[in-house]
């Protein structure tokens, strides 16, 4: 990681905190914020109500006079790196970056048997399923938006493989679609893979971002959740000193 701030830095804390993301942010400057998202969270409110990661957000204020607010989102069951912006113009240049392709993003997955080769690109178009499915998406090579992800196999082993996945579209669900479609869903996708739809946990991780905002480059990377470490060690995975 650039020119980090880990932690929740120096002085009391200024609100409540009943969340914990203090503990969970990973890098801090004026501009941003980058938080470790916790698994099975959504990070804001949808048609179901109940808590959500920005009911948290006053914990993160760390003495700026506005809330942090999101510069894009996570599924409510992936974990990793998730970047807030803390003033309106960050916000604004985040928003940028992100919808340019300005943002470097990585994830991990454990994924169900797996890829024949070891690298590759997934290119398969999708759109919304229905209105009733809200977010759930479909492969649709006539009706759907263009949809591309890259990928490569960091180890094998268990009948499960460990895959670095690159999105280099940022469609909804689109790792998680473009895995199944692939033959190798995603460990514990209740929606597209074969996980049960309760107590199923997904393996999928958002292990690394980069940047640059304001003339500082960002480069952050999550540490694995403690629900995916047992699938990984399976494939060769060890975990980090």
């Given at each position: 990681?650039?020119?980090?701030?880990?932690?929740?830095?120096?002085?009391?804390a200024?609100?409540?905190?009943?969340?914990?993301l203090?503990?969970?942010?990973?890098?801090?400057?004026?501009?941003?914020?980058?938080l470790?998202k916790?698994?099975?969270?959504?990070?804001?409110?949808?048609?179901?109500?109940?808590?959500?990661?920005?009911?948290?957000?006053?914990?993160?204020r760390?003495?700026?006079?506005?809330?942090?607010?999101?510069?894009?989102?996570?599924?409510?069951?992936?974990?990793?790196?998730?970047?807030?912006?803390?003033?309106?113009?960050?916000?604004?240049?985040?928003?940028?970056?992100?919808?340019?392709?300005?943002?470097?993003?990585?994830?991990?997955a454990?994924?169900?048997?797996?890829?024949?080769?070891?690298?590759?690109?997934?290119?398969?178009?999708?759109?919304?399923?229905?209105?009733?499915?809200?977010?759930?998406?479909?492969?649709?090579?006539?009706?759907?938006?263009?949809?591309?992800?890259?990928?490569?196999?960091?180890?094998?082993?268990?009948?499960?493989?460990?895959?670095?996945?690159?999105?280099?579209?940022?469609?909804?669900?689109?790792?998680?679609?473009?895995?199944?479609?692939?033959?190798?869903?995603?460990?514990?996708?209740?929606?597209?893979?074969?996980?049960?739809?309760?107590?199923?946990?997904?393996?999928?991780?958002?292990?690394?971002?980069?940047?640059?905002?304001?003339?500082?480059?960002?480069?952050?990377?999550?540490?694995?959740?403690?629900?995916?470490?047992?699938?990984?060690?399976?494939?060769?995975?060890?975990?980090?000193a």
């Amino acid at each position: 990681m650039t020119g980090q701030h880990r932690g929740t830095g120096n002085g009391p804390a200024e609100e409540p905190d009943p969340l914990g993301l203090r503990e969970r942010v990973l890098y801090r400057d004026p501009a941003a914020i980058v938080l470790d998202k916790p698994a099975g969270i959504a990070v804001h409110k949808g048609p179901k109500g109940g808590l959500v990661l920005e009911d948290g957000f006053g914990a993160l204020r760390f003495g700026a006079p506005r809330l942090p607010q999101l510069a894009h989102r996570l599924d409510k069951e992936t974990s990793g790196c998730l970047v807030l912006g803390r003033t309106p113009g960050a916000i604004a240049a985040l928003g940028r970056l992100f919808a340019g392709r300005g943002v470097e993003k990585a994830y991990w997955a454990v994924v169900e048997g797996g890829p024949a080769g070891e690298e590759g690109l997934i290119e398969a178009p999708l759109r919304k399923r229905d209105a009733q499915r809200g977010w759930w998406m479909v492969v649709d090579a006539q009706g759907g938006q263009p949809s591309a992800t890259r990928w490569r196999v960091l180890g094998r082993g268990g009948g499960f493989s460990w895959l670095e996945m690159v999105p280099v579209t940022g469609r909804t669900h689109q790792l998680r679609i473009h895995s199944a479609h692939s033959g190798f869903p995603i460990l514990g996708d209740a929606i597209y893979g074969r996980a049960p739809r309760t107590g199923a946990r997904l393996h999928l991780h958002a292990r690394h971002i980069a940047f640059t905002l304001e003339g500082r480059r960002v480069d952050v990377t999550a540490p694995v959740p403690l629900h995916m470490q047992a699938a990984l060690s399976l494939t060769g995975w060890r975990p980090e000193a």
